[in-house]
């Protein structure tokens, strides 16, 4: 069984597009990290606030997913005209680690990779 890491297609999602209904909704942002000369996609979804079913509130969270290194961008498109990239995932458990170091300087701990 091979090891190598396949590239993989990213669809595109509206930037700062509300997700969810409306008291539990949050927000995704994509970021470029540029790590080791090469470009890195990640996306940041967070949740200012949310109403919980007993109609409390909660702090504001925050998730990081690392989706990959970038080997094309938004060279195609789906049939309902979303931007398509292609990712490589990042399988290298030292640059994983190194990478969410990284991002821990501005994020909160909890990131994640494809």
Known sequence: MSNKCTTQQYIHV???AKIGPPQRFYETT???LDYKSKNILFLVMSADS???CDGHYGVGLENVVV???IESWQTKQDSEGS???EVTP???EQERNEIKKI???DHLPNIRFW
């Open 14 to 16: 509206s930037q700062r």
């Open 30 to 32: 994509e970021k470029i």
């Open 50 to 52: 949310l109403t919980f």
């Open 67 to 69: 989706t990959g290194y």
């Open 83 to 85: 931007l398509i990239s």
């Open 90 to 92: 990042i399988t290298n």
């Open 103 to 105: 991002l821990q300087k």
